[in-house]
Every structure is written in structure tokens, then in C-alpha cells.
């Protein structure tokens, strides 16, 4: 058992609701249909031993909500995408920023700053994207190795890469770092290899 209220909040334009970070885990309230939700991927974060909220919940300029919880830390939720994921995969990190979360603010520049229940004073976190960041058959997420010995690319839609590989034609997804290998008839003689995407034709993204 466990209470059902909200330290914290925040508004969602683009959705024109209320998100709340409550120990019932991410919740959305809709202010046209006046109902209460909880997205299915939630569930996950909820069902963690002695799971609870933080006060701090903020939306960045992508429309990702950042709440804080006990004793996962900070998460990042995309509504669009409909995913989840730690601020930080440094554990130690995660638990430094993320202990006594009171509240976040992204300014103009989007820069984050947090601050804190106990005297630990206030974070800047400033964004910067990586030079180099490699990408091997080591490289998993879902299941979904990364390809090696590539020989091509063409960019398709939504800037979804097409990588033809010793392996097959794969395609990359940037946004959640997935790698997919190309369904296609494999026809006479079985498994074709050496397959290399030659151009994406626009009209039919094909």
C-alpha cells in the first residue's frame, strides 16, 4: 500500500495535459477529457522494490519527461516514442544526481539545472553530444546486433540509416539505437548476402 499524491508536476502543451510524478509512478492527466493515465512502460519502473517519487519533474525542449525517483534515480520518459531510460548509464553518477532531487529547470540554452532537499547545493548539467561514438557487432539493444564489414549508406526517411553490410542490408533507427536487418524473399539459391542499398526513392521510400 502506498499513498496516491504528487510533489510535482508539470504541463505537457503539446498534449495538453498534466504530467505527475507520484509513487503510482509517471502519470498523465488530460485536461480536455479530465481522465488520469498511466503509460504501459511505467508499469516497469513501478514494479522496482520499494519504489517511490521525488519531487523534481520537468519537460525539456524535446518533449521528454525527466522525473526523479527512489531508488532508480532520475528517468527520461519520450511519450512519443514511448520509451524509458536512466539519465545516466553511470551508476554513480545517477545516484549523485539524482538523491534528494527537489526540482529541474531547462533554460533557454538547454541547460538543466537541479536542486535539492539537503544541502548539496545546485547541479548545471550542460548537454554536448559525443565526437566519435562506435558501433560494433558488440553493440546490442533489444537483441539487435550492429553490423560490421560495411560497405554503403543511403539516408531514408525520418533520417533512418540503410547500411548495406557483408551480412545483409540493415537499417538504423538514431533515435533509439536500433539496428534491424532487412526482411526480404530470399528467392532461388537461399540466403543472399552482399546486398548494398544503391539509393532510397523518395515517393515511395522504397
Known amino acids: 500500500d502506498h499513498g496516491h499524491y504528487a510533489e510535482g508536476m508539470c504541463y505537457d502543451g503539446k498534449k495538453n495535459g498534466l504530467w505527475l510524478n507520484s509513487p503510482d509512478g509517471l502519470v498523465f492527466f488530460d485536461l480536455q477529457l479530465k481522465t488520469f493515465s498511466r503509460p504501459a512502460i511505467i508499469n516497469s519502473t513501478v514494479g522496482v522494490k520499494n519504489y517511490t517519487a521525488q519531487a523534481g519533474i520537468s519537460i525539456d525542449t524535446k518533449g521528454v519527461i525527466w522525473f526523479a525517483t527512489r531508488p532508480t534515480g532520475i528517468l527520461l ?26 526540482r529541474m529547470y531547462f533554460d533557454p540554452e538547454g541547460m538543466v539545472w ?8 545546485i547541479a548545471q548539467l550542460i548537454p554536448n553530444s559525443p565526437a566519435v561514438k562506435l558501433y560494433s557487432s558488440t553493440f546490442k539493444h ?14 531514408g526517411e525520418n533520417n533512418k540509416l540503410w547500411i548495406g553490410a557483408q551480412e545483409g542490408i540493415y537499417s538504423y533507427d538514431p533515435d533509439t539505437e536500433v539496428f534491424n536487418t532487412w526482411e526480404y524473399d530470399k528467392g532461388p539459391g537461399g540466403k543472399r548476402e552482399k546486398l548494398f542499398p544503391l539509393g532510397m526513392n523518395k515517393a515511395t521510400q522504397k
Open 77 to 102: 520518459f519520450d511519450p512519443e516514442l514511448q520509451t524509458i531510460q536512466p539519465f545516466s548509464r553511470d551508476e554513480e553518477i545517477q545516484e549523485q544526481l539524482s538523491a534528494w532531487n527537489l
Open 142 to 155: 533489444v537483441d539487435h546486433p550492429a553490423p560490421d564489414r560495411i560497405q554503403n549508406f543511403t539516408l
Open 114 to 121: 537541479i536542486s535539492y532537499l539537503n544541502k548539496k547545493g
